[in-house]
């Protein structure tokens, strides 16, 4: 293969790479915007498909400009052993990025919903919800991470926006009544 058609080939595949990309963080912020979610949710998902993209647009460079098959397949495999080693090592953060993945699909709650976890008496307004742990502010005003894995396993509760503030329209009434 000469020079200039690997040149034109690597040209190609960045091309195409960069427009898929494109497409992919499309989808994705229609997906948000029409399920009104927060943008920082989509970040997440765009973040994990790019990686895998570029992942897979060097090996196929490393294959346009030489590199042995079998040699480069023993280099995957070592490396993908070394990797699955790992996550053996930190299973904790996978099980927390997957738990995330499926918090982003199933949509539970919202950033700035209220949520309760009873069993850890934790409750808080959600700030941020990141790949490995959700963000939350209690009424305090003190800020917790949550684990993803644990929002995703255990009972929790999310607060209807417009019941709370009913419930504290109520109270206030209340104690305005009482004050008299």
């Known amino acids: 293969m000469t020079l200039l058609l690997r040149g034109l080939i690597t040209a190609g595949l960045v091309v195409l790479t960069f427009a898929i990309l494109y497409e992919v963080k499309s989808a994705i912020t229609r997906y ?3 399920r009104q979610m927060h943008r920082l949710r989509g970040r997440f998902v765009y ?7 570029l992942v897979f647009l060097a090996f196929s460079l490393a ?7 079998e040699k480069l397949w023993l280099l995957v495999t070592g490396f993908l052993g070394l990797i699955a080693i790992g996550f053996f090592a ?3 953060l996978l099980s927390n990025v997957i738990a995330g993945t499926f918090l982003f699909l199933s949509d539970p709650f919202k950033i700035n ?3 309760e976890l009873p069993e850890a008496e934790i409750n808080g307004r959600v700030l941020d919800i990141r790949p490995l742990f959700v963000v939350l502010e209690e009424p305090s005003g003190h800020t917790v ?4 894995n644990m929002l995703f396993q255990k009972i929790f ?24």
């Open 113 to 115: 919903d209220e949520i």
């Open 145 to 148: 991470y949550v684990p993803n």
């Open 90 to 92: 930190v299973w904790s």
């Open 47 to 53: 973040r994990t498909a790019r990686a895998l993209l």
């Open 32 to 34: 948000v915007n029409v």
């Open 157 to 180: 509760r999310r607060f209807d926006p417009t019941a709370r503030a009913r419930e504290l329209e109520k109270g206030e009434a209340v104690e305005h009544d009482g004050a008299d």
């Open 63 to 69: 294959y346009v400009w030489g590199f042995d098959p």
